[in-house]
């Protein structure tokens, strides 16, 4: 079985002050929390989703790991393996980079990627097909690959072999057809290229009229199955919901650790040969999807490669900060609220990761104070939600006052889009992002006064407010309706925190 961890801390201290951190009881023993590892848990508490990560940084070694041993359907992830595999193989002698593939038909596979636009009968390498599998994430090139590769099972021994408990699955078309089934025993037996149609039959994609030969006499009301309305509905609740809990219809199982050694070894040089690597980080470095997750808030290069399904959204990569190269793996499976929320709060722990370890003063530092009211500003690095002349936060002893937020992007400055909601949500982040700078949380914060462009959002304040204090006792709190507030924004909240550790 899988080793499972929770919310387990990890290793190197960061800064002298490292040594301050929170204890919890883990059965008899206790672990130490980073502060890093403090401020990851919070950012991951907030998504709607179940989720790990993993960080390395490969310069002096330190990591900061959330349940980063739990298994997680990888989709798409998985597809770094199979590429390290075929890089290995291909340094054996038994597998030509150069070779030509010649694409028919038969081969095309729904989803993600190019090959499937191409005419009939393109012919790309080897190479190209592994390049394409990593940076448009193509199904095709993944199936191929795959096969190239000797197949799942024999994917599977070669990670078996090489330490690793992760594993493939399903091929793209196996997974599919499952989910297929359910809709009608009939389609249990059907081919690849069979699956293929159908998917684009299901979805009425114009790809669907290459395929429309091959479903007639009895094949044709296969078609009636996947565009039956009420089929439609239950095929995506059934995607929905067991691509996140049924390993039947997963991709591939992997954790956060794992695939950060993987990542950690393709950096190094050392899971194949230097020059197989520097391909392959290359690869990864090209990728054109994902750019709202690792890559969205961070001005360094991210190398990395995502998996997606309606509600999964995983980035796991390289981040080549100023500081050094840090390995990183995201994994989010079963999201409830919007994807594109998900997708930036992946991308807003990126940049976390980076102003930790590039900030002169590591998150939670603090210096050493001549007398215990010295005064000290708060200023995460890169952070300025607001073009107004103030300081984020102010630390007296252990005292923090914030400054008033509004919902303003922590790069842009610009108010977010979208009115109250998500106005407050990026006040949350904002302020979380302060209090962890100071080494806190928001368990605390002791006073908050908020102040309400219109009284009438009074009842969704309260609602999403208790999302996130969640402790108790709850912070003292004053609630204001106010004729304007600056840029036009719905509400604004300063609190107060005093560290209570």
């Known amino acids: 079985m899988r080793r499972l961890h929770f919310c387990v801390v990890v290793l190197l201290a960061l800064s002298p002050v490292e040594g301050l951190s929170l204890w919890i009881a883990r059965g008899d023993a206790q672990t130490p929390k980073t502060a890093l590892t403090v401020a990851l848990e919070t950012e991951l508490d907030r998504f709607p989703a179940r989720t790990s990560i993993y960080v390395k940084d490969l310069k002096t070694g330190a990591e900061a790991t959330v349940r980063a041993g739990e298994s997680f359907n990888s989709q798409s992830v998985i597809k770094i393996p199979i590429m390290v595999r075929a890089f290995q193989l291909a340094?054996?002698?038994?597998?030509?980079?150069?070779?030509?593939?010649?694409?028919?038909?038969a081969d095309l596979r729904d989803g993600t990627g190019v090959f499937q636009y191409a005419d009939l009968g393109l012919a790309p390498t080897v190479r190209d097909l592994i390049l394409q599998m990593i940076i448009t994430s193509d199904n095709t090139a993944t199936d191929q690959i795959?096969?190239?590769?000797?197949?799942?099972?024999?994917?599977?021994?070669?990670?078996?072999?090489?330490?690793?408990?992760?594993?493939?699955?399903?091929?793209?078309?196996?997974?599919?057809?499952?989910?297929?089934?359910?809709?009608?025993?009939?389609?249990?037996?059907?081919?690849?290229?069979?699956?293929?149609?159908?998917?684009?039959?299901?979805?009425?994609?114009?790809?669907?009229?290459?395929?429309?030969?091959?479903?007639?006499?009895?094949?044709?009301?296969?078609?009636?199955?996947?565009?039956?309305?009420?089929?439609?509905?239950?095929?995506?609740?059934?995607?929905?919901?067991?691509?996140?809990?049924?390993?039947?219809?997963?991709?591939?199982?992997?954790?956060?650790?794992?695939?950060?050694?993987?990542?950690?070894?393709?950096?190094?040089?050392?899971?194949?040969?230097?020059?197989?690597?520097?391909?392959?980080?290359?690869?990864?470095?090209?990728?054109?999807?994902?750019?709202?997750?690792?890559?969205?808030?961070?001005?360094?290069?991210?190398?990395?490669?995502?998996?997606?399904?309606?509600?999964?959204?995983?980035?796991?990569?390289?981040?080549?900060?100023?500081s050094g190269p840090i390995v990183i793996a995201v994994l989010v499976n079963g999201i409830t609220g919007s994807y594109g929320e998900a997708e930036d709060r992946i991308g807003r722990i990126g940049k976390l990761v980076v102003d930790h370890f590039d900030a002169s003063t590591p998150l939670g530092s603090v210096e050493p104070a001549q007398s215990s009211d010295r005064k000290r500003v708060i200023q995460p690095a890169g952070y300025k939600p607001t073009p107004s002349p103030l300081s984020p936060g102010i630390l007296v002893g252990d005292t923090l006052y914030l400054s008033g937020s509004t919902g303003g992007d922590p790069v842009t400055g610009q108010l977010v889009k979208g009115a109250f909601e998500p106005e407050m949500r990026q006040i949350m982040a904002n302020v979380q992002t302060v209090l962890a700078a100071a080494d806190m949380r928001l368990a605390d914060v002791v006073v908050v006064t908020a102040y309400l462009a219109e009284m009438s959002d009074f009842a969704r304040f309260n609602e999403i407010y208790k999302e996130y204090f969640t402790s108790t006792p709850l912070p003292t709190r004053s609630t204001v309706a106010v004729k304007e507030l600056a840029r036009g924004a719905r509400l604004e909240l300063t609190m107060t925190a005093v560290r209570s550790r």
């Open 146 to 322: 795959t096969t190239k590769v000797g197949g799942v099972d024999e994917l599977n021994a070669w990670l078996a072999r090489s330490g690793y408990t992760m594993r493939m699955l399903n091929r793209g078309h196996e997974y599919r057809r499952k989910l297929l089934a359910r809709l009608d025993p009939r389609l249990a037996g059907i081919t690849p290229e069979e699956t293929t149609g159908l998917q684009y039959a299901l979805s009425d994609n114009p790809l669907f009229e290459l395929y429309r030969p091959l479903f007639r006499g009895e094949r044709a009301a296969w078609l009636d199955v996947v565009r039956n309305p009420a089929n439609r509905r239950s095929h995506a609740e059934n995607q929905r919901k067991l691509m996140v809990e049924d390993r039947n219809y997963w991709l591939g199982d992997i954790s956060a650790d794992e695939i950060g050694r993987m990542l950690e070894g393709i950096e190094r040089g050392t899971i194949a040969s230097p020059a197989s690597c520097a391909i392959m980080r290359t690869f990864l470095r090209r990728q054109l999807a994902g750019s709202r997750r690792l890559p969205h808030f961070v001005d360094v290069p991210v190398a990395h490669k995502t998996g997606d399904s309606g509600n999964i959204a995983n980035d796991v990569g390289i981040i080549y900060a100023r």
């Open 91 to 105: 340094e054996e002698g038994k597998l030509d980079l150069d070779a030509r593939v010649t694409l028919g038909r």
